[in-house]
């Protein structure tokens, strides 16, 4: 079996900057309780006419860039969200199209904010056994079309953007060295969007009702996250054979600063040595890990030879994790 790395990585960030300020002109919240309970000051919303498929299609390009590679040399596309462009065709159909990667597979996943990584590990497997060179991973959201811009718990932690990285084959000890993912669909109920599927389509009645819109549990979902990262984290540590004490960086899903600190602090992690994005884009579900490490790799916070550990947790409910050496 090989092992498979990250060949480059880019990201997109949506147009509208929305601060904290903003949001208290149009819900009942303020800034002091967005940024002491989360750690969020802004986040971007997508205009009008642009959807999920344009920033992963944006992201995408950079991460080729990156890698140095053409869009043909794609030989698969996964694109992770919750916000599809529309349920049919794949999102990933239709960013193959707008990059032109004429040669690749392309589908969605949708495991909430834990996608990313459950896409990087299906790109892992193809690459492993040899089916697949290239494989363009992609977390990408516009949440801001499923907020409900009158509820307080939701709106204010969410933001629009796309990451991507492009996987390949490695050439020596660095890559991928393990994943671990989970879910628990008894947690279903605490993080959801009740219509618009088989179960209630759209109709005036779910409309009417703000059934379209997403609905959290959110200190149900708090505690669950403080212990999915900290499990995660380890379960890969161990896997990939490493000690806590050998991690040298972490990329944390970014929904609330104080679940990044408390997985920081079961890991012995100074602040310096974790990412965080979380107070200029909000929460971006599968995109939020992509962007946090294209972020930390242009900013050169990755260097050679660093174990990082990527984690996160979501609707589901889900978790994953991933340590690879850089
Ligand atoms: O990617 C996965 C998605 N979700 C998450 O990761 C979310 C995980 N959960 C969290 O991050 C936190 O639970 C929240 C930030 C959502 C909420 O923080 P909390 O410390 O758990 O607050 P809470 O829900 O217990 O609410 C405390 C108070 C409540 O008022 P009362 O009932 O004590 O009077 C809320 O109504 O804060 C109120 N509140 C707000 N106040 C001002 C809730 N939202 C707001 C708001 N502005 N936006």
Not at 104 to 124: I, N, P, T
Not at 137 to 161: H, K, P, Q, W, Y
Not at 304 to 315: A, L, P, T
């Amino acid at each position: 079996m090989r092992k498979s790395r990250i060949l480059g990585t880019g990201s997109a960030i949506a147009e509208k900057k929305i601060t904290n300020h903003d949001l208290e002109s149009m819900v009942d919240t303020n800034d002091e309780w967005i940024r002491t309970r989360t750690g969020i000051e802004n986040r971007y919303f997508a205009d009008e006419d642009t959807c999920t498929s344009h920033l992963a299609s944006r992201a995408s390009l950079k991460a080729l860039e990156a890698a140095g590679l053409k869009a043909e040399d794609i030989d698969m596309i996964i694109v992770a969200t919750i916000t599809p462009d529309m349920a049919l065709p794949a999102t990933a159909c239709l960013v193959q199209e707008q990059i032109g990667a004429t040669k690749a597979s392309a589908f969605d996943l949708e495991a909430a904010c834990s996608g990313f990584l459950y896409g990087m590990a299906v790109a892992d497997q193809f690459i492993a056994t040899g089916f697949y060179e290239h494989v363009l991973v992609i977390g990408a959201e516009v949440l801001s079309r499923i907020l409900d811009m009158e509820d307080r718990n939701t709106c204010v932690l969410f933001g629009d953007g796309a990451g991507a990285v492009v996987m390949g084959p490695s050439k020596d000890d660095k890559g991928i060295l393990s994943f671990e993912l989970g879910a628990d669909g008894s947690g279903g109920k605490f993080l959801h969007m009740p219509a618009g599927g088989s179960k209630i389509p759209a109709s005036k009645e779910s409309v009417e009702n703000r059934l379209h819109y997403v609905k959290m549990e959110g200190s149900d979902v708090f505690k669950f996250a403080v212990r999915a990262m900290e499990s995660s984290s380890i379960a890969s540590i161990n896997k990939a054979g490493l000690k806590i004490e050998d991690v040298n960086y972490m990329v944390p899903h970014q929904a609330n600063i104080r679940i990044i600190q408390s997985a920081a602090k079961k890991l012995n992690l100074p602040m310096e040595q974790v990412k965080v994005n979380l107070n200029q884009y909000g929460n971006m579900s599968a995109a939020s890990i992509p962007v946090a490490l294209d972020e930390a790799v242009r900013e050169n916070n990755i260097k050679s030879g660093d174990n990082v550990v990527m984690v996160g947790f979501g609707g589901g409910l889900t978790w994953a994790s991933c340590v690879m050496k850089w």
